[in-house]
């Protein structure tokens, strides 16, 4: 087998983290589609990594002609920084939504198979219900209009649903998955000076305040529940939907860890510790209450809590790996060992999204700049 894998959206966290590993099975030439590359220039892939410099919003054509060399498109593109659902709602809508029904009707034109990216946020709120999250079964519990917070679940909810109906209609091969909150190397970026505009996920945000000895904020007292699940178990997941793409084609795929369920409270002293132990023995570790609005802004809600059934993506034989400990002791020490690193990255960066050093056994090693580990080419190249 030798595949032509485009992930659209591939230059950011889970896109840079998978087209490692497709690249590193020699089974895949993968050809990354993204704003940014950064990401992928810090680490020599054992295959080259091809790289095309193009915002899927802006040129239809080029994304045409990149769909039809491709064996399998993977679409990640997206906006995903709960702190941008309040403050851009539109460019949620419109990258999330409206651009990727561009990368449908191309997939459905060239006849592709889709590994489309939703997410867990699509199930929303639990309404007390304690039933993990079924794929086929689980209502999807949105709040008001007026709470922009759910406009990212909204727009992935419609796209899954637009998605089935092609899929029905016999016209579209595709999967989708659901990832519960993948953490891991190359995941946001650090942010020295926090503002609710440069306002990464919580791996990131804190890391951050354990770096530079600032409080770490928990919203509304901490109390929401994740099932946090290392990069590494999700892309081994990922790379096994592909492989099963005949088998798995026309389903839904939760990828979570529900044995790594914490509320945010103790995922934030569980960092505090890891931290004094493998990084600063005397880290303050401060951690204070924050309200949703004063951290995100109004229209702030949470999803309490999201806990996976994985039943079906166990049938085809994946197992996470990492339990929460090992989970946030690598990320605690990557993040740690390349600060550095991190920061000189951090002098041209524009957004949180920024790039962490490559996936791998973190405690154990430094990060190694390399040259661009990618060609980088027009999509005809
Ligand atoms: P990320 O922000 O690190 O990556 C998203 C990438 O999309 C970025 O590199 C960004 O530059 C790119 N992008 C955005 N708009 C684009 C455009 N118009 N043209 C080209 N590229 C564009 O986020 P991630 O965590 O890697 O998430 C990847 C996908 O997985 C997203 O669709 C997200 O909704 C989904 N997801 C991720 C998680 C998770 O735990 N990380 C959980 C659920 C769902
Ligand atoms: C995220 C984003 O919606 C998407 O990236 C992704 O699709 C989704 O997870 C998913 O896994 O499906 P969320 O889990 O809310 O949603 O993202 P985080 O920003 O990592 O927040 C997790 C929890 O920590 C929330 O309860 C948040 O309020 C809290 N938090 C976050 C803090 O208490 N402090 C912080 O500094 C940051």
């Not at 039933?131 to 209502?139: A, L, S």
Request: hydrophobic content about 35%; overall charge negative.
């Amino acid at each position: 087998m030798f595949l032509q894998a485009i992930p659209l959206g591939g230059g950011g966290f889970v896109g840079s983290n998978l087209a490692y590993h497709l690249s590193d099975t020699g089974d895949y030439s993968v050809r990354v589609v993204d704003v940014h590359d950064d990401k992928l220039r810090l680490k020599m892939a054992n295959n080259p990594i091809d790289f095309v410099d193009l915002d899927i919003r802006s040129d239809r054509d080029a994304l045409d002609d990149l769909v039809r060399q491709a064996d399998v498109v993977v679409n990640l593109a997206a906006h995903v920084h709960p702190s941008a659902f309040l403050i851009r709602p539109l460019e949620v809508v419109e990258t999330n939504l409206f651009a990727s029904l561009e990368t449908v009707a191309s997939c459905i034109r060239n006849r592709k198979f889709l590994l489309h990216f939703s997410t867990s946020e699509v199930y929303g709120k639990t309404g007390g219900s304690e039933e993990p999250f079924r794929e086929d079964e689980t209502d999807c519990i949105l709040g008001p209009i007026g709470n922009h917070r759910w406009i990212y679940s909204c727009a992935k909810q419609m796209l899954d649903r637009i998605i089935h109906a092609h899929g029905l209609a016999g016209e579209l091969d595709y999967a989708i998955v659901r990832p519960f909150n993948f953490v891991g190397p190359l995941m946001d970026g650090l942010v020295p000076r926090w503002t609710r505009e440069d306002n990464p996920r919580v791996l990131a945000n804190f890391m951050s305040a354990l770096i530079y000895d600032r409080p770490l904020e928990l919203v509304n007292g901490g109390r929401s529940r994740r099932c946090f699940t290392f990069i590494d178990d999700g892309v081994d997941a990922l790379e096994l939907i592909i492989r099963n793409r005949d088998r798995v084609n026309r389903q839904i795929f939760n990828i979570g860890n529900p044995g790594n369920e914490t509320t945010i409270a103790d995922l934030a002293r569980l960092m505090v510790r890891l931290y004094r132990a493998h990084c600063d023995p005397k880290a303050s570790g401060e951690i204070r209450t924050v309200s949703g609005d004063s951290f995100y802004g109004p229209g702030y809600e949470d999803c309490d809590r999201r806990l996976p059934d994985i039943s079906k993506i166990q049938g085809l034989g994946w197992a996470p790996r990492h339990d929460l400990e090992e989970t946030f002791r690598r990320c605690v020490i990557y993040f740690h060992r390349n600060r550095a690193h991190l920061e000189s990255m951090l002098k041209d960066a524009t957004s949180p999204s920024r790039a962490l050093p490559p996936s791998g056994d973190s405690d154990e090693r430094t990060m190694r700049p390399t040259a661009a580990s990618g060609r980088h080419g027009s999509p005809n190249s």
